[in-house]
Structure formats: C-alpha cells, structure tokens
C-alpha cells in the first residue's frame, strides 16, 4: 500500500515538474482568452462555403513548432478542443491542432442514397472536401505536421469508418465513437461492401480505434461488424476496439475520443521497460522506430524521458540517465528543468564542472521560459561553486 502511494506521488511530481517545463501561458487579449479561430474554405466538392473551427495548442503562438492536425465534425468543439488540451498538459499525446467542420449536412456522412435524405450518398463528396480542399487548407495557413487524425461519433463515426476503410491514405489515424455503420432505410452497405474495400486498400502504419457505448441496437451491428474485421487480419494496422458499456450514446464522445488519442500515442508516452533494461542505445532505437510508424519526426514524450531518467537514477546508473537526457536536450533544447535535471545528476557523479554549465544553462533557458522558480536555478548555481571552491 505504501509503494502504491509513493507510485501515485512521484507521478503527480513528475506531472508537476513536466508542466514547468512545456506549459506557457495561454494567449490573452484584454482579459479574453484565445484558444483559435474561425476560417472559411470555398469548396467546389460541396457548392458552399465551409465554416471550420480551429484550435491552437497552448504555446502555438509564441513558437515554431509543427502539430499533428485532428479533423473532425458531427462534435463538440469546445469538447473536443479540452480533451486535446487536456491530454498534452499530461503528456500523453502531443499538441494537437484541431479543425472542426461546422456547417456540414448530417446527410454528408451517409455513403448510400437513402430515402427521405436529400444529400444522402455524398460521403465521397465529403472525403474529397477533406482531401483536396480542408487538409491543403489547413497545411498552408498553420503549422503542421503531415500526421492527420479524423474523429467522429454516431454518423460521423460511420462516416470515419466508411473514409478508413474506401481511402485509408485521407488520414494517419481514426477514431470512431459509436459508428452508426448501419443507417435507418439503409441497406447495410458499408458491411455488405466490407470485403470489397479491403481487397483494394493498404493499411500499413494506419491506426484505427473504436469505441461503442451500449445501445441495444447499435452494438451487435457493430460487434458483428468487428469480428469481420478481426478475421481480415490487415496487415501492418494498429487497431484497438473497445465496448464501454456503462455508457449511452449521449455519454460514450468523452470516453471515445479521450481513449482513442491515448490509443494512437500510447507508444510515444511510454518506453517499455524491456527497452529500458537494454540501456540507452535501445531507447535511442525505440525512439527512431516511432518516427517511422508515424511516419514523421515525432520524438518522444518529455515525461517518458524524465521517468526513465529516475529509473536509471534509482539504480545508480548515472551515466545511462545523462546520456538519456542529453539525447532529449539535443532536439528539446529550451527544457530549462531537464538542464537541471542533468546538472544535479553531474552534480551526483561527481562531475562538478559539467554540473555547474548544466545549471547555468538551466537558468539561462528558465529567463527565456518565464519561469517563476528562477531562485531555484540560482540556489543550484550557488551550491555547485562552492563546492567546486573548496575542490
């Protein structure tokens, strides 16, 4: 029980000590706080002018970073927005753009003609708006990285399932929360065609998460659905289904698109510990496959670092834990309390010379950062010159 409470602390200090590290403040304008914008996008696919709602990850403003780009409609913006925040605060996935669709028709997102639904049958139209005109938008006029994640629930979330399954290539990721794959005066078409679309598409480096509450009619649609799709065994495809079934269908978007960006980064927050027991050089490995199956230079988690750092701390390998650190310093160069992290674990082999430039940068990037703790860096400046005097 003790362990478990000590566990539970040293978590939340790390949490703590990550945010001083990556955490700006948010962007204010006379008390108002901007968390994105409002854009339009002609489009020819669709014959209207599209409203689409952009959030900018907290620090977007004051740097030159690049973000993976969640598109998504048929949701909540503010909702999903706070789930992305959210998560990146903690260090589970990256900074995420988010580009929501507003003014979209429900009908967009049914890929067969129904009866009594005008525009029905336009899912196609719908995907080429994304493919020729949203992304190339959104690439042009934000800093993004070529890593896209399409989420959606209910007809949204058949419309992602349809869009995952006819052009995996639109998006790097998707998630669907309650996937309406069956339609009222549909024709089951999207399972009746199943078999077809698989037979003509690569999904290799795809990620795809499903998460169902427990309507009683939707779920064994969806679970029939799912055993197809567990016998296709598509090659190269990271999937997870999960069913959540103490939640309705008004409930199941906060747990469907929460658990899903975990899903998608659970690989990038996280070094095994079978990959830590090999030392750094296989951490550095790990981390260069992540790039590939992302198919971008995504890095890793600044938390996973940091733990795995006290890891090699705790078992005295202090030299795996400063080589791990300078590893991360090289493409993170402004994390002021991972300098200092270095210079203490100098500072604990007996490096005093090392330490104190460790410090000193320490200190350095903690005034560009802001950082509201410089008598921290100060004391440490302090500490190590004395002992370095009396050497």
């Known amino acids: ?141 934000f800093r993004t990285q070529p890593f896209r994640i399409f989420y959606s629930g209910g007809f949204g979330g058949g419309f992602c399932i349809y869009t995952f399954l006819t052009q995996p290539g639109v998006f790097n990721a998707y998630i669907a929360a309650s996937p309406s794959i069956n339609y009222e005066g549909g024709s089951n078409f999207i399972e009746n065609n199943f078999k077809s679309y698989i037979s003509k598409n690569n999904y290799e480096k795809k990620f795809l998460y499903i998460g169902i509450d427990n309507d009683t009619m939707l779920l064994p649609v969806v679970e029939k659905f799912m055993g197809d799709f567990k016998n296709a065994n598509l090659k190269g495809l990271n999937w997870e289904y999960h069913p959540f079934l103490d939640e309705e269908h008004g409930s199941i978007a906060n747990r469907g698109i929460y658990h899903g960006l975990k899903y998608i980064f659970s690989e990038w927050c996280n070094i095994p510990p079978s990959i830590t027991e090999k030392g750094v050089s296989a951490i550095i490995d790990y981390i260069k496959n992540l790039n590939e199956n992302y198919e971008y230079v995504i890095g890793i988690s600044s938390f996973a670092i940091w733990s795995t750092a006290m890891t090699f701390e705790q078992k005295n390998e202090l030299i795996d834990a400063i080589e791990l650190l300078k590893y991360y310093l090289e493409y993170s160069p402004a994390a002021h309390m991972f300098w200092r992290k270095l210079g203490k674990l100098y500072e604990k082999n007996d490096q005093f010379e090392l330490a104190k430039n460790s410090f000193e940068t320490a200190y350095q990037k903690a005034v560009e950062n802001s950082s509201p703790y410089l008598a921290i860096f100060t004391e440490d400046i302090n500490r190590i010159k004395q002992k370095l005097s009396v050497r």
Not at 29 to 36: M, R, S
Not at 70 to 94: M, Q, R, W
Request: hydrophobic content about 35%; aromatic content about 10%.
């Open 1 to 141: 029980m003790k362990q478990n409470i000590l566990n539970s602390f040293t978590t939340v200090l790390l949490l703590n000590l990550i945010s001083l590290t990556s955490c700006q403040k948010p962007e204010e304008t006379k008390n108002k706080i901007i968390i994105g914008e409002t854009v339009t996008v002609p489009s020819k696919h669709l014959n209207k002018e599209m409203i689409i709602d952009v959030f900018l990850p907290e620090g977007y403003a004051s740097s030159t970073e690049k973000y993976p780009v969640l598109f998504s409609c048929h949701c909540n913006f503010l909702h999903v927005s706070g789930i992305c925040a959210d998560l990146e605060l903690k260090n589970y996935t990256p900074g995420i753009i988010v580009a929501l669709v507003r003014n979209y028709n429900s009908e967009y997102l049914m890929p067969e003609k129904i009866e009594g639904y005008a525009d029905s049958g336009c899912a196609d139209n719908f995907i080429s708006f994304y493919k020729d005109e949203l992304i190339p938008f959104i690439d042009s006029h």
